[in-house]
Nanobody, 112 residues
């Protein structure tokens, strides 16, 4: 199983980023997927999740209306579109399967 996140970087407050998580080594379309994040000195927290075929999504309150999770099962990839970014969104973002596998993370820094 391999999960590789990409798309992180430095962005100004109010800006946007799109994270990607490319999956391999398992039947991607059979698994729910999630994005988590961990800021320095804080616990890792759930950001958003999506069902195996994309019909159901869930979001943490602190990203509702700003972030959108989606997936492309033909490309074995899950995405996180992040808009209206705030400094408090600064964290390492991880994707995770509902079977417990994690990616290595991608850093998102929101700063002017």
């Amino acid at each position: 199983v391999q999960l590789v996140e990409s798309g992180g970087g430095l962005v100004q407050p109010g800006g946007s980023l799109r994270l990607s998580c490319a999956a391999s080594g398992f039947t991607f379309s059979s698994y729910d997927m999630s994005w988590y994040r961990q800021a320095p000195g804080k616990e890792r927290e759930l950001v958003a999740s999506i069902s195996s075929v994309g019909y159901r999504t869930n979001y943490a309150e602190f990203v509702k209306g700003r972030f959108t999770i989606s997936r492309d099962n033909a490309k074995n990839t899950v995405y996180l579109q992040m808009n209206s970014l705030k400094p408090e969104d600064t964290a390492v973002y991880y994707c995770k399967t509902n079977s417990g596998f994690w990616g290595q993370g991608t850093q998102v820094t929101v700063s002017s």
